[in-house]
């Protein structure tokens, strides 16, 4: 009988206590966490996606394209914005809380006992908790890397591979290279593998991965299709895409110009499905036209939330703002950990913001939190306008005094800590 945990507050603690001392790559714990709980990954229908940046769009869109066929469909993602729950949705509607406190109140020794860390309980809690829902199909984001994340004991119906870039290094390699041989890692024999590097050295590179795990069929996505007449608004992104099947012309409410290549990625992925589960092209309009991903260039008011958190993800924002022509003054409210390169990323950012108002985020641990007068002193011998409003809270409030514009960004801890404040919910409506 497990330590009984009288609240969901009880609970969560206990799942973030695992997430203490050096991150603990491998599958055998979370293989025998499942076995005990009866295997439920085994009753799952998934798709798998791994990636360094566009993995939560194509997710967010295999959800909701698969959901406007008509079918039953849970999405893994992590890390959550405000609420733990995030993580597990079921037709886009998180876990209740009860039904967490009540597995970690039954399985906290088993837990313990295996050293299992957080994401490999709250993978098996998710595998669990979708098998007992009943789901049509399980959309499954990686954790970290591919090849040892705990969500890597899974045999898809599909496995695609966004882009590689450099992120991690301390787990997965500091190469592109090597980067790229843990991505490949969730690549099956008899499986169908998805490329969508636009590189084409590292895109052969994951092809050959996959070759080599005998993953049939391949698809290169940018071998197969061009992109053609991108178009980025505010509020959507149009494109044409060409293959030997003809040309489509496609839009997403996802705005930025790396979303038609994601979106081309979770196109070909659901193209790969069985018969029984392959939606229609009404169906992929229908998806494509509803899909909504909290936290990447998404706008509320004259707020902009978005979690890029590398020096690849804040260029991405830098040109989307860039294509959106959002109303100036744009104000950055501005936080990122430590471990992460600041400096590029306010380079990145720079041309497109009129000033940075440098912060810490509160709920980011404060063994990650980075110097904010060290910010600042790189930020003034660039020549960018930059302050440092220490509370929260503050500079939220100045970014909105002052900005037409006020973007939100450089962490997840930042963009979840801000909606929390404005009271804008990851997963309303």
Not at 158 to 170: F, L, M, P, R, S
Not at 189 to 212: K, Q, S, T
Not at 362 to 377: C, E, F, G, K, Q
Request: charged share 25%.
């Amino acid at each position: 009988m497990g330590v009984h945990l009288k609240t969901y507050h009880d609970a969560l603690d206990f799942l973030y206590a695992r997430t203490t001392g050096k991150w603990k790559l491998g599958l055998e714990r979370v293989q025998d966490l499942l076995r005990l709980l009866g295997d439920p990954q085994r009753q799952l229908r998934t798709m798998h996606v791994a990636g360094t940046n566009g993995k939560g769009s194509v997710c967010a869109t295999l959800d909701s394209v698969l959901r406007a066929r008509g079918l039953r469909v849970a999405r893994y993602t992590s890390p959550h914005l405000i609420d733990f729950p995030e993580r597990f949705l079921v037709d886009g509607v998180p876990v209740a809380s009860d039904r967490i406190v009540e597995w970690v109140d039954r399985w906290t020794p088993e837990v313990e006992r295996l050293g299992a860390t957080f994401f490999e309980a709250t993978t098996a809690m998710a595998f669990q908790f979708f098998a007992e829902a009943g789901v049509d199909v399980a959309v499954v984001e990686t954790g970290l890397g591919g090849r040892l994340d705990a969500t890597n004991v899974l045999l898809p119906l599909v496995a695609g591979v966004t882009n590689i870039q450099i992120d991690h290094v301390e787990y997965l390699g500091a190469t592109r290279e090597e980067i790229a041989f843990e991505k490949a890692g969730i690549f099956k024999r008899g499986v169908p593998a998805i490329v969508g590097e636009p590189d084409a050295d590292i895109r052969a590179l994951l092809v050959a991965h996959a070759r080599g795990h005998g993953a049939t069929p391949i698809r290169a996505v940018y071998d197969e299709a061009a992109l053609s007449e991108v178009t980025v608004t505010a509020d959507e992104t149009r494109f044409v895409s060409r293959t030997a099947r003809g040309e489509r012309e496609v839009r997403t409410p996802l705005v930025g110009r790396h979303q038609a290549s994601n979106a081309l990625v979770a196109l070909a992925m659901l193209d790969a499905l069985p018969d029984d589960l392959r939606p229609d092209d009404a169906s992929v309009e229908q998806g494509l036209a509803t899909v909504r991903l909290p936290g990447r260039f998404q706008r509320v008011g004259k707020h902009l939330f978005d979690v890029a958190h590398n020096p690849d993800g804040a260029t991405v924002l830098a040109q989307t703002l860039s294509e959106a022509r959002l109303p100036h003054p744009v104000v950055a409210v501005f936080s990122v950990l430590s471990d992460k390169d600041w400096m590029a990323m306010m380079a990145a950012l720079a041309p497109q913001v009129d000033r940075f108002i440098v912060t810490n985020s509160p709920t980011a641990p404060p063994s990650r939190a980075w110097n904010v007068i060290d910010v600042l002193a790189y930020a003034r011998a660039q020549g960018w306008d930059a302050v440092v409003v220490r509370d929260f809270d503050r500079a939220l409030s100045r970014a909105s005094d002052e900005g037409a514009t006020v973007v939100v960004t450089g962490s997840f801890h930042t963009v979840g800590d801000a909606m929390s404040r404005l009271q804008v919910s990851p997963t309303a409506g």
